[in-house]
């Protein structure tokens, strides 16, 4: 109840969340042009860690591959993953190594939605969803390489891995025999790009990451027929982030 009014709430204001993270974006950038050197960026430059804060929107997804038994059933003509909005709170530890790298965990809480969408072989009937609601505690670790800073602002590329287990699974509610289920655990691989902006007394970092499950999260079951037309399901997942570190 609780996690499905903070969807709609979410899903609400969604547009406004997304509105108000590109003002940021190029009030940022447009502070970054008018100075002129780095004299921001060198105070945080003597500092070998720091801490701080991420606010996040996502969208999570499946990868789905059929089984052989697919081609053979007569009831679905197609299962499909549909894109679920989310939202994601978390901490970041920044370390520095060198002069370019760090070295980064940003222990995360997500709120994220997926669906198995099931198209029947009766055109006029209308399609069943299985739908993924779920609270994921995330520990995420990356590699960052930055540029070199221009104006108190440079670019950066990160790279890791992520492991995910998600608190609000019901894979093992014995009430959902009826419904795929999908294992709380998952390993996945990151990559992104992003912005630091150096102000005076933090840094503002807009990110955009993408994310691809490593495994099979599917947890296959004989007795259902939305479970034995499925050989894999392999989670996706696309992230805009906002750090504010100092």
């Known amino acids: 109840m609780g996690r499905t009014y903070i969807r709609n709430l979410f899903n609400l204001h ?21 100075q002129k050197g780095n004299y921001n960026f060198l105070g945080f430059e003597q500092k070998p860690y720091y801490f701080g804060i991420t606010l996040a929107y996502n969208t999570s997804a499946f990868k789905i591959y059929h089984s052989q038994d697919f081609v053979l059933n007569d009831s679905f003509r197609i299962a499909e993953s549909v894109k679920g909005p989310g939202f994601n709170l978390g901490i970041v530890t920044n370390l520095k190594v060198g002069k370019y790298f ?17 198209r029947s072989t009766v055109l006029d009937r209308n399609p069943s969803s299985r739908r993924i609601e779920s609270v994921f505690v995330e520990t995420p670790f990356h590699v960052r390489y930055k540029s070199e800073p221009y104006n108190d602002m440079r670019m950066f590329v990160i790279a890791g891995i992520k492991y995910s287990f998600d608190v609000a699974s019901d894979s093992r509610d014995r009430q959902a025999d009826t419904l795929v289920k999908i294992s709380p655990t998952d390993f996945s691989v990151e990559f992104g790009a992003g912005v630091q902006m150096f102000f005076p007394y933090f840094i503002f970092s807009p990110e ?6 490593l495994g099979n999260t599917l947890i296959y079951d004989d007795d259902l027929l939305q479970s034995t037309v499925l050989e894999k399901v392999i989670s996706r997942g696309f992230t805009l982030s906002l750090h504010f570190e100092g």
């Open 208 to 213: 955009i990451k993408f994310s691809h499950g």
């Open 102 to 118: 760090d070295f980064r965990f940003l222990p995360t809480l997500s709120f994220a939605e997926r669906n198995i969408e099931y």
């Open 14 to 34: 969604r547009n406004k969340i997304i509105l108000l993270a590109l003002g940021l974006l190029i009030a940022g950038v447009v502070n970054g042009q008018k």
